[in-house]
C-alpha cells in the first residue's frame, strides 16, 4: 500500500483502533476522513489533527451509508482508501437463548455496515488508482472468544468476505487488507486498562509497518498464533483458548 498522498475514509474513526489508523495516516500525508457513531468523540479528534475532516455516518442504516458514500465520491472525489473498522463487541450467552436486538445489532453493525459501505464506494474505488479496501476483522474470527459468540461469527464472517474480496478485485487492481487485532487497550469491553491486552500505540505502530510492507494480512503479535490454531484439530485449541481466558491468563 502507498503509504502517502491517499485519501483515505476510516469508519469508525472517533475512538481505539480507528482513531490510532486515522491519526498515523494522516500524519503520513493523507487526507483523512472519519466517521463514528459520537459526534464529540469525532470532534475531538479532529481538534487533535488539524485538516482531518469527518462525515456523518449510522453504519447500521443503508440510507445513511449512501448518503455518506455520495458525499463523499462528490466532496473528495480522489478516494481511494475505504478502512471498514466500525464496530461493536457485547457480552452474549450462546449456551442459552440469545437476545435478539444484540444478535442483530452486532451482525448490521459488523457485517452488513462493511459490505454495504463496500458496496456503496465500490465502482468508484474501481476507477481510482492504488486503490485499497481495508477490513477489520478480529483474530476471534479465527479462534471465537465463546462468551462473545456472535461477535466471533462477525469476524469469521468478515475474513471469508474479504477473502473473497480479494480474488474478485484483483483485476480490477484494488489491494484488498484483513486487519485482525489481537486483545488491543480499547474501549470493546472496557480494556482499556486491560493488562493481557497490547497498548494501542504498539498495535497502531506494528499494524503500520505492516501496511508498509504490503502485508495482505495485518497481523500483530500475538494474533499470528491464534491466525494459525484452525484446521482439522481446532476444537482443542479453541477449549484451551477460551479456559485460559475465563482463568485470566494470557490473551495468545
Known sequence: ???????????????????????????????????????????????????????????????????????????????????????????????????????????????????????????????????????VSSVLGFVPMAITAVYSATKAAMHSWTLSQRYLLRPHGIEVVEIAPPWVRTELLNSTEEERAIPLDQFIAGAMEQFERGAEEILVAPASVLRAMPGPNEHAGVTQFNDQLLAGGAFG
Open 1 to 135: 500500500m502507498r503509504m502517502t498522498g491517499n485519501t483515505i475514509f476510516i469508519t469508525g474513526g472517533g475512538s481505539g483502533i480507528g482513531r490510532g489508523l486515522a491519526e498515523a495516516f494522516h500524519q503520513r500525508g493523507n487526507r483523512v476522513i472519519i466517521s463514528g457513531r459520537r459526534k464529540e468523540r469525532l470532534q475531538e479528534t479532529l481538534d487533535a489533527n488539524p485538516g482531518m475532516a469527518a462525515i456523518e455516518l449510522d453504519i447500521t442504516d443503508p440510507d445513511s451509508i449512501r448518503a455518506a458514500a455520495a458525499t463523499l465520491i462528490a466532496d473528495h472525489p480522489d478516494l481511494n482508501v475505504l478502512i471498514n473498522n466500525a464496530g461493536i463487541m457485547l457480552l452474549d450467552q450462546a449456551d442459552g437463548p440469545v437476545d435478539d436486538a444484540l444478535a442483530t445489532s452486532t451482525v448490521t453493525t459488523n457485517l452488513l455496515g462493511p459490505i454495504r459501505m463496500t458496496s456503496a464506494l465500490i465502482e468508484h474505488l474501481k476507477g481510482r488508482p492504488d486503490a485499497v479496501i481495508a477490513n
